[in-house]
């Protein structure tokens, strides 16, 4: 800190220039100029800082090249001759020496000065150029902020997660005094520690005993999620495949694929499908879904009798976890993802045992009280142990069939979520066939018809959701139209979902065989919901939904049920073109034959001359496709083919006799039209 000569020689300049200009006369007293200056207090605290500055940043230099020095010496430890008895005592004679002396407790000591430092230097910086009025000043400020926010927030970043690379000294201090504020926060924070050292071998190990060890460790820890396990799951169906021939190694793979299924992480859906003729993985489907099931019924029984609050606790999410389980084998053609929506319409989760038997009704009893508890109230538990118990294919053993008809009614109501509403319409479609042969005569233990009433309201409640809702966006844009007004139904409670009305078309076609399910279910307005997928129906082109779809208005209108109902409207027509196209091929299978009957009073309905809106050429064709299936019934092969089937002589009549006054009438109203 020295006075600057600059300002000394610029007053004598001054005082030369005045005696030039006024003479010798106006000399000026220089005794009063001094070749020292004073200084500021700020100019003091400026210089002070940065001084401080520099020695803390020498201090921090010499104690780095101390500490390099000082590993330099265990490094060379290493390198000196001798048996491995003796370097082995020598590196750990270093090493001991190393932390007796605190030698890394000492390098953060010359960290922190490094740090401490920078931040002075910063000051002192920034002090400066503000004294000065220099025009830096803003930019320098914003720079020595912004590296302090950095620094701070690398600090908070460190605390929350413990497994950054950013640490620094005060993260210690910062994470101690964390866990004193928040303690349950920063102990639940999870590790997955593990799995990443299980995923990095499955990528990189070439040793098949490593793999099957990673392999048999993937289902005991957490995965984090959003993890790309692609290459990991990669890995382990190459490996699942190879030892196809080696059923334990087979089982275990195949358990560790399932159990990344469920998890979180992302999985390239490709890894997932596996060729159409592996016969080994569809032969040994049942195995991991029976698998799954007993996990999921001995983790339920369990959680009922532990007496502690962590074990139940466990347990019930044991049996969370094979429900997921079971979902992962639900496609015969690979894994799937248990969200997946394809599992509820298309999915197969029927197991046998390992003998080959089918499983018994009262095995699935658990999973019924399962549904039925309180304690399982979100939706994708309940989804997942709907798709499970769709799978006995029935209403249950006896005694739980109340109890489970039940909790359909209340998984179908329109205020649970898509996928338990659609799951529960699955497992409602599945057990069908004992539905329809059930009659106010025989009636099943603590089942009632009241029951059964409100199983038909809560199915056309769950599936009438979107139809409402696209009735009321009508509405509001007829009286309030608006000229970007687009009508969106799309998505799981759209008007027409095709999986689910086709389900549901099915499930009623199935049920309108019982006199008495049909009267409730016309009663109930099922009739009005059919009609409404009339147009869904006729522009997809699905000829066996559309013979589903008039059958079951055949039955209905047996009853003495009024259709509005004209072939005038193309969605009529094209409802009946195009099961009448496919008639023609379809008239060998057992069912087809019997439903022709309700299928052609369909096509008569309404069916007149008086439809003047209908082409000629509609009609020709209908009598083209009616004549040519009449022909191939009619046909002795392949009546004899049916009658070998099981086929009645009588039902194969009435279908002909049907068939053959719908053809006579169609070519009484060609003629007439023709005549016109």
């Given amino acids: 800190m020295q006075p600057n000569p600059t300002d000394t020689t610029n007053a004598l300049l001054v005082q030369l220039i005045a005696i030039t200009v006024n003479g010798s006369s106006a000399a000026p007293d220089i005794s009063d100029i ?13 210089q002070t800082l940065a001084y401080i500055s520099l020695a803390l940043s020498v201090t921090a230099a010499f104690g780095g090249v101390l500490g390099k020095q000082c590993l330099n010496s265990y490094e060379a430890a290493r390198e000196k001759g001798g048996t491995s008895e003796e370097s082995g005592m020598q590196r750990q004679m270093k090493l001991d020496g190393l932390v007796r002396f605190q030698l890394r407790p000492l390098l953060q000591a010359f960290l922190v000065l490094l740090q401490i430092a920078l931040m002075l230097f910063s000051i002192s910086l920034c002090l400066k150029t503000w004294a000065d009025h220099v025009p830096t000043f803003g930019f320098m400020a914003t720079s020595a902020t912004s590296i302090a926010l950095s620094y701070a927030g690398t600090i908070l970043v460190s605390v929350w997660w413990p497994n950054s690379p950013f640490q620094t000294p005060g993260t210690d201090i910062i994470r101690a005094l964390f866990k004193k504020i928040l303690p349950k926060r920063h102990s639940s924070l999870p590790t997955f520690a593990i799995s990443s050292a299980i995923r990095w071998i499955l990528e990189t190990s070439t040793d098949p005993s490593i793999v099957e060890a990673a392999a048999a460790m993937v289902s005991s820890v957490p995965w984090s999620p959003n993890l790309d396990a692609s290459a990991a799951f990669a890995r382990l169906r190459e490996s699942f495949v190879a030892c196809r021939d080696r059923e334990e190694l087979y089982v275990k793979y195949g358990k560790a694929m399932a159990h990344l299924c469920i998890q979180s ?42 007496p502690t609050l962590n074990d139940i606790l466990k347990y019930r999410a044991d049996t969370r976890t094979a429900l997921r389980t079971m979902l992962v084998h639900g496609q015969s053609l690979g894994l799937s993802r248990p969200d997946d929506e394809e599992l509820i319409w298309s999915g197969d989760l029927c197991w046998y045992h390992g003998d080959g038997d089918e499983n018994s009704y009262e095995e699935f009893d658990w999973l019924v009280d399962y549904l039925a508890s309180d304690t399982n109230t979100d939706d994708e538990t309940e989804g997942d142990a709907l798709l499970a118990l769709s799978a006995m294919q029935v209403l249950g053993s006896p005694t739980k069939q109340q109890s489970y008809i039940s909790s359909l009614i209340r998984c179908l109501h329109s205020t649970t979520s898509p996928r338990v509403r659609h799951a529960a319409l699955r497992a409602v479609f599945e057990a069908r066939e004992e539905l329809a042969s059930i009659t106010s005569t025989s009636l099943p233990q603590d089942v009632g018809v009241q029951l059964l009433d409100e199983l038909s309201k809560a199915l056309l409640a769950a599936v009438r959701l979107g139809a409402d809702a696209q009735l009321l966006t009508t509405i509001l844009t007829a009286v309030r139209p608006r000229d970007d007004q687009t009508t969106r139904d799309t998505g799981p409670d759209g008007s ?16 309108t065989e019982n006199d008495e399910w049909c009267r409730r279910l016309a009663r109930d307005g099922h009739l009005d919901r059919c009609i409404s997928l009339v147009d869904g129906v006729s522009q997809k082109g699905d000829s066996d939904v559309g013979f589903y779809l008039l059958v079951i208005f055949g039955r209905i209108a047996s009853s003495g049920k009024e259709f509005p109902y004209s072939p005038a409207e193309e969605r009529w027509r094209l409802l009946l073109e195009n099961p009448w196209n496919s008639a023609k091929y379809l008239v060998g299978g057992d069912g087809y034959v019997d439903e022709i009957p309700a299928f052609v009073t369909a096509t008569r309905l309404n069916l007149t001359i008086s439809n003047d809106g209908v082409p000629k050429e ?7 496709d009616v004549h040519m299936t009449l022909v191939n019934l009619g046909d002795p092969k392949r009546q004899a083919i049916l009658a070998n089937d099981g086929v009645a002589q009588a039902t194969m009549d009435a279908a002909l006799s049907s068939m053959q006054g719908l053809y006579d009438d169609l070519c009484c109203m060609t003629e007439g039209q023709n005549a016109l």
């Fill in 618 to 624: 509609w009609f020709k064709g209908l009598a083209a």
């Fill in 34 to 46: 001094s070749s020292s200056t004073g200084y500021s207090s700020s100019t003091v605290w400026i």
């Fill in 496 to 511: 027409f979902h095709e999986n689910r009305d086709y389900c549901y078309i099915r499930l009623i076609y199935a049920l």
């Fill in 265 to 306: 992480v992302k999985i390239k859906k490709k890894h997932l499908l596996f060729r159409w003729d592996d016969n080994k993985f569809k032969s040994t489907r049942s195995r991991f879904i029976r698998d799954a099931f007993m996990a999921g019924q001995y983790a339920y029984y369990q959680s009922k009798n532990s």
